[in-house]
């Protein structure tokens, strides 16, 4: 079975903290996704990474970074927390349709979740 | 820009009574419509991908079709053990890579 890892369930952080959220997978998947879901807005991409070292921002990349160094490792960084960043965070990873190809067969395997307080 | 709309936004059913979700979209050319279930305090988890119109996949008691603006899922003598919120999502042909994500629907089946 497909295991995409987030290295917390819960954290409570104070707002200007930096912040990391790490994930790991272990199926060799080219793709790395990082979500967050609010109540009423939704699944919503922050960024995405089609191989190592590789990213494209998503809709709502501001106040955010990522970090791939390895292929089954994907970070995700909050540089100053704010309160608005109180969120569900979801990882998830994807074949790409062809290797080195910027695509998405669209089968996502999610991790469970990274639920971030901002005080 | 890409819109997926999924109707109602909450459904409770009982044990036995079939019913359907709604999922409409808008896209610039439907590179793939994909339905993911999700549970309380979990991930998404995949259940179907649909390419073209008139395409049909089924798994136990869901049952999820297409056609060029929107796609359904037919639960069929639900169980308790389907409630959970149900999410639909597109690709279109202008992205490589990027899904756009309906709000969900949350389905709750009491016994």
């Known amino acids: 079975d497909v295991k995409v890892t987030q290295s917390s369930r819960y954290l409570v952080k104070r707002t200007g903290e930096k912040v990391f959220l790490e994930c790991v997978q272990d199926?060799?998947?080219?793709?790395m996704f990082w979500y967050r879901q609010d109540p009423g807005l939704g699944l919503r991409l922050i960024y995405f990474?089609?191989?190592?070292?590789?990213?494209e921002k998503g809709d709502i990349p501001e106040g955010y970074s990522v970090s791939r160094e390895k292929k089954e490792r994907f970070s995700l960084i909050l540089e100053s927390a704010s309160t608005n960043q109180t969120s569900m965070y979801l990882c998830?990873?994807?074949?790409?349709?062809?290797?080195?190809?910027?695509?998405?067969?669209?089968?996502?395997?999610f991790g469970e979740g990274s639920r971030l307080t901002v005080l | 820009e890409d819109q997926v709309t999924q109707s109602p936004e909450a459904l409770r059913l009982q044990e036995g009574e079939s019913s359907s979700l709604n999922c409409s979209y808008t896209?610039?050319?439907?590179?793939?419509l994909f339905w993911y279930r999700q549970d309380p305090g979990k991930g998404p988890e995949f259940l179907f991908t649909?390419?073209?119109a008139g395409e049909e996949k089924e798994k136990e008691r869901l049952k999820a079709t297409l056609t060029k603006k929107e796609s359904f899922l037919h639960i069929t003598a639900p169980k308790p053990e389907d409630s959970a919120t149900y999410l639909c999502?597109?690709?279109?042909?202008?992205?490589?890579?990027?899904?756009?994500f309906g709000k969900g629907t949350l389905l709750t089946v009491n016994p």
């Open positions: 998830a990873s994807s074949f790409a349709l062809a290797s080195g190809r910027l695509s998405n067969t669209g089968e996502l395997f």
């Open positions: 199926m060799d998947h080219e793709n």
């Open positions: 990474s089609y191989d190592v070292k590789m990213k």
């Open positions: 896209v610039s050319g439907l590179r793939g």
């Open positions: 649909l390419y073209s």
């Open positions: 999502a597109v690709q279109s042909g202008g992205s490589n890579y990027k899904l756009t």
